[in-house]
Every structure is written in C-alpha cells, then in structure tokens.
C-alpha cells in the first residue's frame, strides 16, 4: 500500500458509502443502516466508540486497530446520513493545524 493508497481511503469509503443509500438492506449492511435512520446510526457509532475505547485501555494494538477501523466507517456513515461531506470536516481539521488545543477550545467557547 502507498502513501498516496492512505491518504485518501476515507475519501474513498465514503464514496462507496454514498453508493448505498437506497440500497437493497437485505444485501448492504450501510443500506440496512440508512434504513434505520441518523439515530441508530448514532447508536451504532456509540457502541463501536465504547469498543474501541475498550481495545485501548486492553492494549491490544491489533484489536484497536480493528475497531477503530470500524469506528471510522460508523462515523462516515453519519456523516452521509446527515449530509456532511467529509471535505468540511478535512478544512475544519486543516485550520486547526498549528493551533494549540487549549487556544483552540477558549476561541470555540467565545463565539
């Protein structure tokens, strides 16, 4: 796998996400969570969350890996269910870059 492979799979995920809404549920699992609505799909994101905060504290670098794998696809799927595009996300990440976390939070709080 290349660098250019890694840089842009959830660009990638997404798209093939995209292709699923009004898909067949019985054949598509992100079809069958569309099907359920933003709220199961938040639900959804919630347990794969707890999942992978349970790999973490475990130490088991090759489940984190795993689970967060599947923590981001839950969160891609919201995102098209709500109609966030990822690309809102990357220029919120990209202004953030070289911003002190705590500086960061206070600008959030004051506006």
């Given amino acids: 796998m290349t660098t250019d492979d890694t840089q842009h799979v959830l660009d990638r995920l997404y798209a093939v996400i995209q292709s699923r809404h009004g898909g ?7 079809a069958k969570l569309f099907d359920k609505g933003p709220e199961k799909i938040a639900q959804k994101l919630g347990e794969e969350a707890v999942e992978t905060v349970i790999e973490a504290v475990a130490d088991s670098p090759e489940n984190l890996a795993s689970e967060s794998a599947d923590l981001l696809y839950h969160l891609l799927v919201l995102w098209s269910a709500t109609g966030v595009d990822p690309q809102q996300v990357w ?3 990209e202004g953030r870059l070289g911003t002190s976390g705590v500086a960061e939070k206070a600008a959030r709080k004051q506006a």
Avoid: K, N, R, V
């Fill in 91 to 93: 220029e919120a990440l």
């Fill in 24 to 30: 067949d549920p019985e054949t598509s699992y992100t």
